[in-house]
């Protein structure tokens, strides 16, 4: 296996971002949760912006959740924040604020799995602990035709075994000095994401292609392998948009143990299948409700989900008068950017302006 040449590679074809120019433990971790499920470029604001804000853990540990999750908005998986969060706050009181570099203590952070506590401690102090996220799946099962799923426990751990062998092989081979288990986890990475790619990979430019195991065989484009796919179950959201003569609504923050928990939206009620609004069984009287209108939003797919949703546009006289159910916030329409809402939220309402817009034009 020729690992200078993967490293050459990397020297040359690398994309240069913040996060590989540090070895700042709590930096690394930062763009490492951001990016899971996130294209960099995507992800490369977030991280600025995250960094800008809480340039410490114990900066980040003492942020209000409200507004942890309002500069989260719109990366989805808004448990990784809240760990994020949590986490932050167990470097804060059971490491003084320092963020580790330890491998258990990485790991027993809030949120962090294998992955990433190996990429936390190899990038900042090259500890021998090999990364394994998709690209490196896929480079792995390719350089040595693996055809075990990927998405099975047994997978999983051929897989890290796998990557933990060509690791201790390039350290225990590769010809120059300062080339530690950071700079190849990294490289290996790279080359998945920008060589070794899903479709059309480019092997004639592989630095590893001599010794691809896949390529020789001509299962390239059968590799990874996984066994199944996620059972995504179709859900109906009914929101109520209100809005009264005085420019006030409603928005609720989700609890329990649901999707989006920690989250704005505006009130509620979900269904069994489509509905239309004379048949929604409200939690409120609505006899003074005055309907002006529904939007259906395009389905909103999530990893086990997929989301029908319909906001019903609602004006009434006057939301401070009448008692409303326990959760409900009564707030100027203006103060809705203050508020951190799902990316579905924040789609309907960037529509509602431009509907709004239009009208006034």
Not at 45 to 55: A, D, K, Q, S, T
Not at 122 to 137: H, L
């Given at each position: 296996?020729?690992?200078n040449?993967?490293?050459?590679?990397?020297?040359?074809?690398?994309?240069?971002?913040?996060?590989?120019?540090?070895?700042?433990?709590?930096?690394?971790?930062?763009?490492?949760?951001?990016?899971?499920?996130?294209?960099?470029?995507?992800?490369?604001e977030?991280?600025?912006?995250?960094?800008?804000?809480?340039?410490?853990?114990?900066?980040?540990?003492?942020?209000?959740?409200?507004?942890?999750?309002?500069?989260?908005?719109?990366?989805?998986?808004?448990?990784?924040?809240?760990?994020?969060?949590?986490?932050a706050?167990?470097?804060?009181?059971?490491?003084?604020?320092?963020?580790?570099?330890?491998?258990?203590?990485?790991?027993?952070?809030?949120?962090?799995?294998?992955?990433?506590?190996?990429?936390?401690?190899?990038f900042?102090?090259?500890?021998?602990?090999?990364?394994?996220?998709?690209?490196?799946?896929?480079?792995?099962?390719?350089?040595?035709?693996?055809?075990?799923?990927?998405?099975?426990?047994?997978?999983?751990?051929?897989?890290?075994?796998?990557?933990?062998?060509?690791?201790?092989?390039?350290?225990?081979?590769?010809?120059?000095?300062?080339?530690?288990?950071?700079?190849?986890?990294?490289?290996?990475?790279?080359?998945?994401a920008?060589?070794?790619?899903?479709?059309?990979?480019?092997?004639?430019?592989?630095?590893?292609?001599?010794?691809?195991?896949?390529?020789?065989?001509?299962?390239?484009?059968?590799?990874p392998?996984?066994?199944?796919?996620?059972?995504?179950?179709?859900?109906?959201?009914?929101?109520?948009?209100?809005?009264?003569?005085?420019?006030?609504?409603?928005?609720c923050?989700?609890?329990?143990?649901?999707?989006?928990?920690?989250?704005?939206?505006?009130?509620?009620?979900?269904?069994?299948?489509?509905?239309?609004?004379?048949?929604?069984?409200?939690?409120?009287?609505?006899?003074?409700?005055?309907?002006?209108?529904a939007?259906?939003?395009?389905?909103?797919?999530?990893?086990?989900?997929?989301?029908?949703a319909?906001?019903?546009?609602?004006?009434?006289?006057?939301?401070?008068?009448?008692?409303?159910?326990?959760?409900?916030?009564?707030?100027?329409?203006?103060?809705?950017?203050?508020?951190?809402?799902?990316?579905?939220?924040?789609?309907?309402?960037?529509?509602?302006?431009?509907?709004?817009?239009?009208?006034?034009?």
């Amino acid at each position: 296996m020729d690992f200078n040449a993967l490293i050459d590679w990397y020297i040359e074809n690398h994309r240069p971002l913040p996060w590989r120019e540090t070895r700042d433990p709590y930096r690394i971790w930062l763009s490492e949760v951001i990016l899971q499920q996130t294209r960099v470029a995507q992800g490369l604001e977030y991280y600025l912006r995250f960094v800008e804000r809480f340039p410490t853990a114990v900066d980040l540990a003492g942020a209000d959740e409200d507004e942890v999750l309002k500069l989260w908005q719109g990366l989805g998986y808004y448990s990784r924040a809240r760990n994020l969060h949590a986490a932050a706050r167990q470097v804060a009181e059971r490491h003084e604020g320092v963020f580790p570099t330890d491998y258990a203590a990485v790991r027993a952070l809030r949120g962090v799995g294998d992955y990433t506590a190996a990429a936390i401690v190899s990038f900042s102090t090259d500890a021998p602990y090999a990364v394994v996220d998709g690209n490196v799946y896929r480079v792995a099962s390719r350089l040595l035709d693996i055809d075990t799923p990927i998405d099975t426990a047994a997978g999983r751990k051929e897989f890290a075994a796998a990557a933990q062998r060509l690791l201790e092989e390039f350290l225990e081979t590769v010809g120059r000095k300062g080339e530690g288990a950071g700079r190849y986890n990294q490289a290996v990475m790279e080359l998945g994401a920008l060589v070794c790619t899903p479709r059309s990979p480019q092997c004639e430019a592989c630095p590893l292609g001599t010794a691809c195991l896949a390529r020789r065989n001509g299962t390239v484009a059968e590799r990874p392998v996984k066994q199944g796919r996620t059972v995504q179950t179709p859900r109906w959201f009914n929101y109520l948009h209100l809005v009264d003569r005085q420019g006030r609504t409603v928005v609720c923050r989700r609890e329990g143990n649901d999707i989006w928990r920690g989250l704005y939206e505006f009130p509620l009620v979900e269904t069994e299948g489509e509905c239309d609004f004379d048949a929604l069984p409200l939690p409120v009287d609505g006899t003074d409700w005055v309907w002006r209108g529904a939007v259906r939003m395009p389905k909103h797919v999530l990893s086990h989900r997929i989301i029908h949703a319909t906001f019903h546009r609602i004006e009434l006289p006057d939301l401070t008068v009448g008692e409303w159910p326990e959760g409900w916030c009564v707030i100027p329409v203006g103060r809705l950017d203050d508020y951190a809402v799902a990316r579905l939220t924040e789609l309907y309402l960037s529509r509602a302006a431009a509907d709004g817009a239009h009208q006034k034009g």
